[in-house]
């Protein structure tokens, strides 16, 4: 079973900055693609950022310039660097990992979320 858990979340006051991570855990053989969805309260769940087995990252349009998505590969982790925040950024951020198990069995899972809140 693999398991994803994201923390960093919190309260920041606009233009201010908060790193997520997101570990997983379990049978892994391998994530070949990351990435970290937002929630707004009554609002759909949406990409923010993607990154690829091959380190090529693509963002929101909402995000660009101001998030940077990474990992580390070797402990199967996961960041965003959330810079210049604005309100309108405040959601619950999902990370998502897409792979491979151990005994070749698919992965696609979701973290349970962590809460960015950007206020005054």
């Known amino acids: 079973q693999v398991q994803l858990v994201e923390s960093g979340g919190g309260l920041v006051q606009p233009g201010g900055s908060l790193r997520l991570s997101c570990a997983a855990s379990?049978?892994?053989?391998?994530?070949?693609?990351w990435a970290w969805y937002r929630q707004a309260s009554g609002k759909q769940r949406e990409l923010v950022a993607r990154l690829t087995y091959d380190n090529k990252a693509t963002y929101a349009d909402a995000v660009k310039g101001r998030f940077t998505i990474s990992r580390d590969t070797g402990k199967n982790k996961l960041y965003l660097q959330m810079t210049t925040l604005k309100p309108e950024d405040a959601a619950v951020y999902y990370c998502k990992g897409e792979g491979f198990g151990d005994t070749g069995s698919p992965i696609s899972n979701w973290g349970q979320g962590t809460q960015v809140t950007v206020s005054s």
């Open positions: 379990g049978s892994i053989y391998t994530i070949y693609t």
